[in-house]
């Protein structure tokens, strides 16, 4: 008997909701408010017009973008027409940035007027980008303009039959340890993520969906999935600020958001938490990297209920600990979310017991194919081809709860112990002074490693070095958790996703 097969792509949830509820808000974008028609004619056009440049099914289209009306118009308009969107992280510059592009494959390159610069330094080194297809948003300068591209084009929907294992979008690793890896993700995996973030953080048409950081960071992009599937009303910050964050969040009435631990730390001191209301927020899901317990308690205190927190991989696994788990297990990331496993695994991979720290090893339906033109790569993340590995150390407990200790390329070898900052940096954000922390390692002649602070102190607090330092080292748990030294700090060096580059901070140390 011959099964019946039905395939799902993005596509076609843009074009439901457009059909059934086609007065809906749909997106809002500073003063920009679209409806599910209006934004589903705009997307269409966008699309037509990539068919009419000669982009085909499976061609790379990169853009080097800030959020904005357009790029959310050419994240829908790839789902439709098939090609795949590449979203560039402008941090990455000069020849890093040709190296993605080549990397890639870009076959068109879309680009603000600010990186004019940068796009006629980097065209000669891109043959594969056709001359009319790099396309300006605007802009006086000679390349294609977006407005009139699209302006010529039909909005009705593009004829071009997708598969749910084609390839949907690339996107590079954040680099924290070195040059980033394009990281494959499907139409089936994004589905995914509709299906898995909807019903984990309870995404529906009734929704008001706010992403406040940078949409080439797969953490803030990933809430776009559940909230155009469902048919939400999905809101975009041009820009984080903690106090635009915060007006919107009341004058929008937005039900959930995502924040990194910067953007959280950042609300909290911000003058206008407490003046602002904040009841229709159901979820603040925080991801990217841990969120102190100290700021946990305190965020619990202020707005109870409503802070979940995420652990993943943009490769494709995930964990969310729950607001009932959020002070019942505050060292906790959760457990593996639904469909998706892990195992806590030794140097051999081999398993191991509760309670022993390992490396984190996980699987679930948002997993990635591959890196993208990079089979060893591929080869040496995917043990067996179906478990991701995170480079995380961590262990689990008798529920199946995952702790993070640190990840493997931060810890520190210090006269042969293995020192964990993740610990001493909880020590440190308990003082009432610090804003932020980071501990990482720097050389030393007697003991190998030996770990240092950067700190960031709140607004106005008045400490010096010596007495923090005394301080820190009186409360850390053990000997060699004590710090050899620290630094006032006004900020860290951070990627486009607000992660602390410790790398970076560890270079002028480890060069000298």
């Known amino acids: 008997m011959q099964e019946a097969r039905f395939e799902m792509n993005l596509g076609m949830m843009l074009r439901r909701n457009a059909r059934h509820y086609p007065n809906k808000l749909a997106i809002v974008v500073g003063q920009d408010r679209l409806s599910y028609r209006e934004f589903n004619q705009r997307v269409n056009r966008a699309a037509n017009a990539m068919l009419a440049m000669g982009l085909n099914k499976g061609d790379k289209v990169a853009m080097l973008l800030p959020n904005s009306l357009e790029m959310l118009d050419l994240f829908w308009a790839c789902a439709k027409a098939g090609t795949v969107i590449v979203p560039l992280n402008p941090m990455v510059k000069g020849k890093d940035m040709v190296r993605l592009l080549q990397d890639c494959e870009a076959r068109a390159l879309y680009f603000a007027p600010d990186y004019t610069a940068e796009v006629e330094e980097m065209k000669l080194e891109l043959s594969l980008i056709n001359p009319e297809r790099f396309v300006s948003i605007g802009g006086d300068n000679d390349y294609v303009k977006y407005n009139k591209l699209v302006a010529n084009a039909s909005d009705s929907e593009p004829e071009v039959e997708l598969s749910e294992y084609d390839h949907y979008n690339i996107m590079y690793s954040s680099g924290t340890t070195g040059l980033p890896k394009g990281i494959v993700h499907s139409h089936r995996t994004r589905v995914m993520y509709a299906f898995l973030w909807g019903m984990e953080y309870?995404?529906?048409?009734?929704?008001?969906?706010?992403?406040?950081?940078?949409?080439?960071?797969?953490?803030?992009?990933?809430?776009?999935?559940?909230?155009?599937?469902?048919?939400?009303?999905?809101?975009v910050l041009p820009k984080f600020s903690a106090e635009i964050t915060l007006n919107v969040i009341q004058n929008e009435r937005v039900s959930q958001t995502m924040l990194v631990p910067v953007q959280v730390i950042q609300l909290l001191e911000s003058p206008l938490f407490d003046k602002t209301d904040l009841r229709s927020l159901k979820v603040l899901m925080t991801l990217g990297s841990p969120l102190a317990v100290e700021r946990k308690r305190e965020l619990e205190a202020k707005l109870p209920g409503v802070l979940y927190e995420l652990y993943g991989l943009t490769e494709g696994f995930l964990t969310t600990l729950r607001p009932q788990d959020v002070m019942r297990k505050p060292g906790s990331v959760g457990p593996a979310m639904p469909f998706n496993e892990f195992m806590i695994m030794d140097e051999d991979m081999q398993p191991l017991k509760l309670g022993e720290v390992g490396e984190i090893v996980g699987r679930g339906p948002t997993l990635m194919p591959g890196y993208y033109n990079n089979p060893n790569a591929s080869t040496d993340a995917l043990y067996q081809g179906k478990w991701m590995r995170t480079g995380d150390l961590g262990y689990q407990d008798e529920e199946g709860f995952i702790y993070l200790v640190d990840r493997k390329k931060d810890m520190i070898k210090s006269g042969g112990i293995s020192v964990y900052p993740k610990d001493i940096e909880e020590v440190v954000a308990t003082h009432p002074l610090v804003s932020e922390v980071a501990v990482f390692g720097v050389p030393h002649p007697k003991w190998d490693e030996v770990p240092i602070a950067q700190i960031i102190l709140k607004a106005g607090a008045q400490i010096g070095e010596e007495e923090m330092l005394n301080w820190i080292n009186e409360h850390v748990h053990a000997k060699f958790q004590r710090l050899h030294g620290l630094t006032f700090v006004e900020s860290f060096p951070r990627n486009a996703a607000g992660k602390t580059l410790k790398r970076v901070m560890r270079e002028a140390y480890w060069q000298k």
């Open 202 to 235: 309870g995404v529906t048409f009734d929704s008001v969906v706010l992403s406040a950081g940078n949409l080439v960071f797969n953490g803030t992009l990933a809430f776009m999935f559940p909230a155009i599937c469902a048919g939400a009303t999905y809101v």
